[in-house]
């Protein structure tokens, strides 16, 4: 049996006592370090492999305080409080002496309660009616996705015209395709690219200095999920002065809101 | 002079060594504990006062971990990561032995760039034109701030109505007024009343477990708008098994975006 990209990329050696060594994944390289969203699985991972784990995650908050070099790093996780039913968690990824990535996540077991979607699944061609790109991506981690692009794709010439908004619609899932679970989950809420591209058709460049997921989904309702595909959905709602947010919204197929996501984004001009 | 109410609440007297002793504030008080979004000023303001701090906040993330019991707390804030123009933070709040919050923050030096807003002030009546309520608030920190509310107001009736859709505009600001400042901006974020008593028109109990503030502004941007009042707009994405989330945007009288915010709220049933 062979073993996915992504499981590979996220394995994490115990080291004991909330300590775990895991490597950067050249399946998952960007432009400079990791995929962003490789970063943070591996950090959510540090959380979901710990034996004191209560629950399932529900809100998680990665920020990434420096470009990952390839190799090894540690990740040191700790649940700072433990209650009836949620735990507060404090993670860092560490190279070296420094300090390369800090996060926060909330998990909880959760029951059943009065429930309702407010942002509902767009009207969109089903999946298989969407042309997947022609073209490899010019960066690896770009070839670990099958992404079909709705509206607001890559610019089809970057000739600096302003878009006037920056939305993006998209299927995506894991390629090949692997079922969905909390770490591959947070690493698709990081798959939209930079909306400033989007918006200006422009290469500047930038940096995602944070970024946060809810979980709106039981670990079971994942697993229904299976390997079918996410509607993504992202916009920005400023751009000022070096610094850019994106909220964004993953649905399944059958239309239930798995995750809504946030970052900030560092841009240079 | 006399102390404006929200300046007592958030003072802090430094330990040495990023360590801070404050204390909760009866002027803030909520049913339970004080209002999160004292608190959420409360761990900003130990980034913000600590000597080692570069530039302005762009992120902020708070987890609240347990209801604060009335007196002293400890603020605990350090740099992990200082690079050549942003910072990152981790913070911890903590009575006796226990962790009571948990925080991330990053700061940054900005510089100007090309920017534009998409998420754009809606036509809205002036706050002189909206009234603010007739009664005072039930619990007391509501009367520590002016509110107008414009839709989405506190239901009339509590009789478990589904209101179909959670959204509220207001203006609000503090009371008495003061001036606008990082941590006044922060715990403004929190103002909203909980979004699930909106949709069902039911006194659920619940508790905001994270929260999430991104800065779109400068300092000298929030001194200039002053005492004025702020546009607050929020709405839930999704309410499921337990938790709901709120995203939720901030903007002055001028219609400049100054934040965007999001938080996951447990609620019992």
Redesign the interface.
């Known amino acids: 049996m062979t073993v996915h990209a992504f499981d590979a990329a996220i394995a994490l050696a115990p080291q004991g006592d909330g300590v775990w060594q895991g490597h950067t994944s050249p399946a998952y390289a960007n432009m400079i370090g990791p995929f962003g969203g490789i970063t943070a699985a591996q950090a959510l991972n540090a959380v979901l492999q710990h034996p004191q784990r209560l629950g399932e995650p ?2 998680f ?1 990665l ?1 990434f ?2 470009a990952l070099h390839d190799g090894a790093f540690a990740a040191l996780s700790r649940p ?2 433990t ?1 009836r039913s ?1 735990q ?1 968690w ?1 993670v ?1 990824l560490r190279q070296g002496e ?3 990535a ?3 996540a ?1 998990t ?1 077991l ?10 509902t699944l767009p009207e969109v061609p089903r999946p298989a009616d969407v042309l997947p790109p022609s073209r490899a991506g010019r960066v690896e981690w770009l070839n670990r996705y099958d992404m079909r692009f709705i509206d607001g794709g890559f610019p089809p010439v970057w000739d600096g015209a ?1 878009e006037q ?2 939305r993006t619609q998209l299927w995506m899932r894991d390629n090949p395709p692997r079922p969905l679970d909390f770490a591959s989950l947070t690493a698709l809420a990081d798959v939209f690219f930079p909306r400033i591209w989007r ?2 058709a422009k290469l500047t460049p930038l940096g995602t ?2 970024m ?1 997921v ?1 979980f ?3 670990a079971a309702q994942l697993q229904a999920t299976g390997t079918g595909y996410l509607l993504g959905q992202a ?9 850019f ?1 994106q ?1 964004a ?1 993953l649905w399944n197929e059958a239309g239930h ?1 798995l995750a ?1 996501t ?1 970052q ?1 984004v ?4």
Chains 1, 2 share one sequence.
């Open positions: 529900v809100a908050t920020n305080a420096a700072a409080r209650n949620t507060h404090v860092e420094q300090t390369v800090t996060a926060t909330v909880a959760r029951r059943e309660t009065w429930g309702a979607t407010e942002a302003d908004d920056s918006r200006r200095v944070s946060t809810y709106h989904c039981s916009q920005a709602q400023a751009f000022r002065d070096g610094y947010d909220t919204q809101l809504t946030h900030v560092y841009y240079k001009e």
